[in-house]
């Protein structure tokens, strides 16, 4: 258990609809980090947060966006969802100081499935 | 820009042999780090290793080992003695300095068989 909670485990939407990712990070972590991991795409970086503020953005769409909270949980919500947007979706938070050398520790997940 | 290659889609061993996963990575960065993470059936991605680029010694934990090269670009992880519990897929993964993001390579579905 890697102390990174994500919430909910499974998700089954339909085209168009919004949906919204948990997600709490390891006690003390102030990073937290979004990936996509897709079949075609692989395990891509969507964005980063760190102690409240946006600090770096990947492949991320426009009809994501994401935010971390003063309790430093983080929500993704996904708009508009499309079919491609099927996924499982990681979040992850490292130690304190942001220093870039911590390693990223995962939590389990949600998988989201768009019908 | 940051590349990550695992050439390897799949491996099969029988258990008890020992398998190396190759990983060959491409960065403009001087500073950078390599990580490798297991993600078993279950779906979870778990840390396994993190190597910083100015540290070239080999690391070895259990069963596990980890072979740094500068010179080829190249970080690979060899399981000894494999066992079932080690069915998974591993990813290798880069992070430049003051970069955070990790960049993933595509896995190496690896298959121990009993």
């Not at chain 1, 946006?54 to 009809?63: D, P, Q, T, V």
């Not at chain 2, 996963?21 to 396994?48: A, H, I, M, N």
């Amino acid at each position: 258990d890697s102390g990174v909670t994500q919430t909910p485990k499974h998700l089954i939407t339909a085209t168009g609809q919004r949906v919204t990712l948990r997600c709490s990070p390891r006690s003390g972590d102030l990073s937290v980090y979004w990936y996509q991991q897709s079949l075609d795409q692989g395990l891509q970086f969507l964005i980063q947060y760190y102690n409240g503020e946006e600090r770096a953005k990947g492949n991320i769409l426009e009809r994501f966006s994401a935010q971390q909270f003063p309790d430093l949980h983080s929500e993704l919500n996904l708009s508009s969802l499309e079919l491609g947007d099927s996924a499982l979706y990681f979040c992850a938070s490292s130690a304190p100081g942001g220093s870039s050398y911590n390693e990223q520790f995962f939590g389990p997940g949600t998988r989201l499935t768009v019908l | 820009a940051q590349k990550v290659t695992q050439a390897q889609t799949e491996i099969s061993v029988v258990e008890k042999e020992d398998v190396t996963l190759d990983c060959v990575y491409e960065t403009r960065d001087t500073t950078y780090y390599l990580f490798w993470y297991k993600q078993p059936p279950s779906g979870e991605l778990v840390f396994l290793i993190r190597r910083n680029s100015f540290d070239e010694q080999n690391e070895i934990s259990g069963r596990y080992s980890w072979n740094f090269q500068k010179s080829t670009s190249s970080f690979n992880f060899t399981i000894t003695a494999s066992q079932v519990v080690d069915s998974a897929v591993y990813f290798c993964a880069l992070r430049d300095f003051g970069n955070e993001k990790l960049t993933f390579g595509t896995g190496t579905r690896l298959t121990i068989i009993p």
